[in-house]
């Protein structure tokens, strides 16, 4: 297609703002299925396009992240989780110069993968799955990617760039990638770092407007102390609901502030001439020396206060006794699963593909089909 050379290209505005470091889209290695290159999107714009208008993406919406929707309507979903990666994952991006476009696909991809019911629900089927190769949401993120989607029809799967699937496969074994000689792409770091800045500001939020934990309980550790302190040095007096706003506005500020200013000053210090030579460097982005403790203490914090919680408890042995029973409900009756998975079991086997079924289901469908096709079966 001709096309107006007044607009700008990718290449230009990417030569323009990324740091030589960056990961450029003139040196993507391509897809596994050649395509024409975009009039005006570049490669990761086109990643990040096919991600959101994926069906595995909308149904983000109907999958719990911690709590689940009948615990409320305030609370994070998997979807609304993933958005606030995004959000500060481009946010480090632009400051650090990498490539944002790449950052936002990775992002919005990252969590695309995960079953229904959370790590309750991957927990489950690992287990189911155990004989089987086990199961993991970040593994079944690059199924989806390159098999499961059916949008295109010259290719299966959405025919990602091999920067966002290889980011997902540091995401899916990090300790092969932690012992590789080489760091993965700065932009694949930066999703990493986002995500835990990200769900460990926003479940502190949760769990307190839910009630599961006290602010004051929470201020007996020092990172949401610091968050206390300088969200009260801003306004003083707090109503409690603001004040566990500005704790939450705070904890991400300090986590981002000291990424930027430890890690990323170490980062445009190296002069990396190109993304090729901070990989093969080995060069990691992470919290300074100051903060990993104070961090490493509000998430041991949540797991035994938050996602160890009675009421959470209660609410993963329930998902994973339903999903046990459909794993094996839907084996002996597979005239119950979708022609497509009915095909699909042909080559994959029926415990894989009954395993991918369940995985691709929302919350509420997931308790619907239950009740529908095997509650009675008790
Ligand atoms: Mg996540």
Same mark, same amino acid.
């Given at each position: 297609?001709a096309?107006s050379a007044d607009?700008?290209?990718?290449a230009?505005?990417?030569?323009?703002?990324?740091?030589?470091?960056a990961m450029?889209?003139?040196?993507?290695?391509?897809?596994?299925?050649?395509?024409?290159?975009?009039?005006?999107?570049?490669p990761?714009?086109r990643?990040?396009?096919?991600?959101v208008?994926?069906a595995?993406?909308?149904?983000?919406s109907?999958?719990?992240?911690?709590?689940?929707?009948?615990?409320?309507?305030?609370?994070?979903?998997?979807?609304t989780?993933?958005?606030?990666?995004?959000s500060?994952? =481009?946010?480090? @991006?632009? *400051?650090?110069?990498?490539?944002?476009?790449? +950052?936002?696909a990775?992002? #919005?991809?990252?969590? $695309?993968g995960?079953?229904?019911?959370g790590?309750?629900?991957?927990?489950?089927l690992n287990?189911?799955?155990?004989e089987d190769?086990g199961?993991?949401?970040?593994r079944?993120?690059?199924a989806?990617a390159?098999?499961?989607?059916?949008?295109?029809?010259?290719?299966p799967?959405?025919?990602?760039t091999?920067?966002?699937l290889?980011?997902?496969?540091v995401?899916?074994?990090? =300790?092969?990638a @932690?012992? *590789?000689g080489?760091?993965p792409l700065?932009? +694949?770091?930066i999703?990493? #770092?986002?995500d835990s $800045?990200t769900?460990d500001?926003?479940?502190t939020?949760?769990?307190?407007?839910l009630?599961?934990?006290?602010?004051?309980?929470?201020c007996?550790?020092?990172?949401?102390q610091?968050?206390?302190?300088?969200?009260?040095?801003?306004h003083s007096?707090?109503?409690?609901k603001?004040?566990?706003?500005?704790?939450?506005?705070?904890l991400?500020?300090?986590q981002?502030?000291?990424?930027l200013?430890h890690?990323?000053?170490?980062l445009?210090?190296g002069?990396?001439?190109s993304a090729?030579?901070?990989?093969a460097?080995?060069?990691?982005l992470?919290?300074?020396?100051?903060?990993?403790g104070?961090k490493?203490?509000?998430?041991?914090?949540?797991y035994?206060?938050?996602?160890r919680h009675?009421?959470l408890?209660?609410?993963?042995?329930?998902?994973?006794?339903?999903?046990?029973?459909?794993?094996e409900g839907?084996?002996r009756?597979?005239?119950?699963?979708?022609?497509?998975?009915q095909?699909?079991?042909?080559?994959?086997?029926l415990?894989?593909?009954?395993?991918?079924?369940?995985?691709?289901m929302?919350?509420?469908?997931?308790?619907?089909q239950?009740?529908?096709?095997?509650?009675?079966?008790?």
């Open positions: 297609m096309f607009f700008s290209t990718v230009d505005r990417e030569a323009a703002v990324l740091a030589p470091y450029f889209s003139r040196d993507s290695r391509g897809r596994r299925h050649a395509e024409p290159s975009h009039p005006y999107r570049g990761f714009q990643d990040r396009d096919r991600i208008h994926s595995a993406y909308r149904r983000l109907g999958k719990m992240q911690v709590f689940t929707g009948d615990m409320g309507d305030y609370h994070r979903t998997r979807l989780h993933t958005y606030e990666v995004a500060i994952a =481009r946010t480090m @991006a632009r *400051a650090l110069r990498l490539n944002e476009d790449l +950052v936002e990775l992002a #919005l991809f990252h969590d $695309i995960h079953p229904p019911f790590h309750a629900g991957e927990d489950a287990e189911l799955l155990a190769g199961f993991s949401h970040n079944h993120a690059l989806i390159e098999e499961l989607e059916n949008r295109y029809p010259d290719f799967g959405l025919n990602l091999r920067e966002v290889d980011g997902q496969v995401r899916a074994d990090k =300790r092969a @932690a012992a *590789a080489d760091a700065l932009e +694949v770091q999703v990493d #770092l986002a $800045i769900y500001a926003h479940d939020d949760d769990a307190v407007q009630g599961l934990v006290d602010i004051d309980s929470l007996q550790l020092p990172l949401v610091d968050a206390a302190r300088r969200a009260r040095a801003r007096p707090l109503s409690p603001m004040l566990r706003t500005g704790i939450v506005h705070e991400i500020d300090i981002v502030g000291d990424l200013q890690s990323g000053r170490q445009i210090a002069d990396f001439p090729a030579a901070a990989c460097s080995n060069f990691r992470g919290p300074s020396d100051s903060l990993r104070p490493r203490d509000l998430e041991a914090f949540l035994a206060n938050v996602y009675p009421r408890v209660a609410v993963r042995t329930r998902a994973q006794e339903r999903l046990r029973h459909m794993f839907y084996q009756r597979p005239e119950l699963l979708p022609a497509s998975f095909q699909r079991a042909a080559n994959r086997g415990r894989r593909t009954v395993g991918d079924y369940l995985a691709g929302t919350d509420r469908f997931c308790d619907e239950f009740h529908l096709h095997f509650a009675g079966e008790g």
